[in-house]
Nanobody
Framework: QVQLVESGGGSVQAGGSLRLSCAAF?????????MGWFRQAPGKEREGVAV????????YYGDSVKGRFTISRDNAKNTVYLQMNSLKPEDTAMYYC????????????????????WGQGTQVTISS
């Protein structure tokens, strides 16, 4: 069983930055093991923000955050980070960390339904 613990959320003004962390505890492979960030705003569906292949380091981003957010990992610490810059009010949401074994060459890395392990979430609020 894998447990994911998020931290780093908070409230900042538009244009500011935040860094989220997700620490993973439990039985974890590094090959074909993807970890990522998803977010859900009130009244909206959960959407993929950024995902990383913890083995090779390949990254995938949602269109709305490309160029502003960066996902990275520290395998020695079983931790994934999300650096969020140039934040906008529309980035306001609950951010969730997720993990799963996924096949290489697939196309569903940013689809929430592809993931079977989830954290409790951390709130990010951006004021204008």
């Amino acid at each position: 069983q894998v447990q994911l613990v998020e931290s780093g959320g908070g409230s900042v003004q538009a244009g500011g930055s935040l860094r989220l962390s997700c620490a993973a505890f439990g039985y974890i492979y590094s090959s074909n093991y993807y970890m990522g960030w998803f977010r859900q705003a009130p009244g909206k569906e959960r959407e993929g923000v950024a995902v990383i292949d913890t083995g090779y380091g390949s990254t995938y981003y949602g269109d709305s955050v490309k160029g502003r957010f960066t996902i990275s990992r520290d395998n020695a610490k079983n931790t994934v980070y999300l650096q969020m810059n140039s934040l906008k009010p529309e980035d306001t949401a609950m951010y969730y960390c997720a993990a799963a074994h996924l096949p290489y060459g697939g196309s569903k890395y940013l689809v929430p339904g592809s993931y079977n392990y989830w954290g409790q979430g951390t709130q990010v609020t951006i004021s204008s």
